[in-house]
């Protein structure tokens, strides 16, 4: 006999949302039925302990859920232990799983929480073969349990992965020492802002990690103020989230800062119907309902997190429509919308504070993101020729009414001959790096002189487009603004550098794949050729962080001015 997860909302004023639950269970049988199918090539490919993990907890959900075509099929839970063996034998003598970072207490947890999960799952099934695959669980889990209690992280969002692993170990083992680790990182306090973006600025590790983490970790201790941060998270995201569905991440100090990097609204649909429905939010409900028209990243993998919280099948509130306005972010962000118009402006680069592009830092060179109805303007980046530092990356903004201001001043020195007490008749001189290259020189005891390049680049929302007007002042060099475009937008009028390419005499038209035109007026251009300059640290390595696709460039004299009206076509 099977026993059944259902979809039992308790009755309430809200009822269950019978459509989303056929829906999702036809979504998540068609995942199940597709890794059944391609079982020998899936393995035989060596797949990750996080992908085996996954792949598990999607067959053990569709088979214990009562309104899956899948329910009962022993083949799911005879799969699910062949994946466990596979699973078995990346455990290594450290209890951690092998395959990514080195003996990583997080990563290991990712496929702790899913092993967990599944033995959640499989508690409501009585039957023999499922009693055999508890147990194997139990037991590469138990393995696990020293090494996740013992170790740490190096990402800030890895933290909250761990303690809902060891909270998962807790609720089932409860044990005084790990409890008190559990305590000992939570005390830390949520790296979370007043506008509730976490400190990594990352949608994905949002989505993926902390939100979800939080979550977990509020439900099994009993933390609402936990669901108060992610509450807060979700509502920022969904003001980050742009007419094509995806959520802004230039601001990000993750990877996905990068511009060729999409993150979907579609993967946060659960978390927004679950504060949906715990919170009344009906804002919340109207992005839950354009993240799953967008389209969930794995059925198989909500079906579990909704058997596991039931409340989510609820009907979730009457959806209410966003409304158009100005948000200001403590961390430099600008947003505006007003009907079809979307400005996103990025005031604040960690590059110049640091000096240095790492991960963990926000270096992505974009400083604005906009739709111009049907015409969508990726990125906006200004570089420069000016000893290899790289792109304007602003450090100091303002905004009034219809304006954001950036500002950034950059310099370079000149070093002048050591002094007499300091030279050394070998010629050999203390190695240091002085910001932009190093050398065997002692810079640190020159006295220097020093180039300043000062950019001022003003963005005026228009309604019906925006005026950009860029201030540089320096000596003699030459800047290129480079327009991003969406991949649906054609150029005309302007000459054609290659197939992707552009560069604006004085006018041009952008048109958009809905009717929208949009007349591009220079008040003039720069005597230096279009160029993109990534800065020292890539081209030293033969790289760059440069954009691919439709671009369109607008060249610059240092020093110089120049005003662009980008507006709709009469």
């Known amino acids: 006999m099977t026993a059944t997860v259902g979809m039992t909302a308790p009755a309430g004023p809200t009822g269950v949302d019978r459509t989303y639950l056929a829906a999702l269970h036809e979504n998540a049988a068609w995942e199940a039925d ?53 699973l078995e034998t990346l455990q290594g003598d450290s209890g951690l799983f092998s395959g990514d970072n080195l003996d990583s207490p997080p990563d290991s947890s990712f496929t702790a929480n899913d092993l967990m999960e599944s033995l959640e799952l499989l508690d409501a099934d009585a039957g023999d073969d499922v009693r055999a695959l508890s147990r194997r669980l139990e037991a590469m889990v138990r393995r696990l349990d020293p090494a996740l209690q013992a170790g740490g992280v190096h990402t800030p969002n890895h933290r909250w992965e ?34 509730g973006q976490y400190s990594e600025r990352s949608a994905n590790y949002a989505i993926d990690v902390s939100n979800r983490s939080l979550l977990s970790i509020a439900t099994a201790l009993g933390l609402p103020a936990l669901v108060d941060v992610v509450e807060h998270n979700l509502t920022t995201m969904t003001l980050l ?48 309902q354009r993240a799953w028209d967008l389209g969930i990243p794995s059925g198989g993998d909500e079906l579990a997190c909704v058997l596991l919280h039931p409340v989510t099948a609820s009907l979730m509130p009457t959806p209410v429509a966003p409304a158009d306005g100005v948000r200001v972010l403590d961390s430099g962000l600008v947003v505006r919308t007003h009907g079809d118009q ?27 993101h906009a739709w111009l109805g049907g015409v969508e303007l990726r990125s906006l980046r200004l570089s420069r020729n000016f000893f290899g530092l ?62 300043r390049l000062d950019t001022e680049v003003s963005i005026r929302d228009l309604r019906d487009g925006i005026e950009l007007s860029v201030d540089l002042k320096g000596p003699c060099t030459g800047a290129c603004l480079e327009i991003a475009l969406g991949d649906d937008v054609e150029v005309d009028g302007a000459r054609a550098l290659g197939e992707e390419a552009f560069v604006l ?26 160029f993109y300059e990534p800065g020292e640290e890539y081209r030293y390595l033969g790289g760059t962080d440069a954009l691919a696709g439709t671009r369109l460039y607008v060249t610059i004299d240092i020093p110089g001015t120049l005003t662009l009206r980008l507006t709709r076509a009469a």
């Open 34 to 86: 597709t890794l059944l199918a391609t079982e020998e090539s899936f393995l035989a490919a060596r797949p990750s302990h996080r992908r085996l993990a996954r792949a598990m907890k999607i067959a053990v959900a569709c088979h214990l859920s009562a309104g899956s075509r899948l329910h009962g099929d022993r083949s799911l839970i005879a799969y699910a232990d062949r994946l466990t063996r596979s």
């Open 162 to 195: 761990l303690v809902e692993a060891l909270t998962h170990l807790e609720r089932r083992w409860p044990d005084p020492a790990r409890r008190a680790r559990i305590d000992e990182w939570l005390a830390e306090g949520i790296d979370v802002d007043t506008d």
């Open 241 to 288: 989230t742009d007419p094509a569905g995806n959520v802004e991440t230039m601001h990000s100090r993750r990877q996905d800062q990068r511009g060729d990097v999409t993150v979907s609204l579609g993967r946060f649909h659960h978390q927004l119907r679950r504060i949906a429905i715990e919170r009344n939010r009906s804002d919340l409900a109207w992005w839950a």
């Open 342 to 368: 979307r400005l996103v402006v990025d005031g604040y680069s960690d590059y110049p504070a640091v000096g240095r592009i790492a991960s963990g830092l926000a270096c992505n060179p974009t400083f604005m």
């Open 390 to 451: 790289g792109p304007f990356r602003p450090t100091d903004w303002e905004t009034s009414d219809d304006t954001v201001v950036l500002r950034e001043s950059a310099s370079a020195d000149y070093y002048l001959p050591l002094d007499a007490a300091s030279r050394h008749e070998d010629g050999t001189y203390d190695m240091e790096f002085e910001g932009r290259f190093a050398a065997r020189m002692a810079f640190s005891r020159r006295k220097t002189i020093s180039l």
């Open 505 to 530: 005499n004085r006018t041009a038209t952008l048109s958009g794949n809905d009717g929208t035109v949009i007349d591009v007026v220079a008040d003039r251009v720069g005597r230096v050729p279009a």
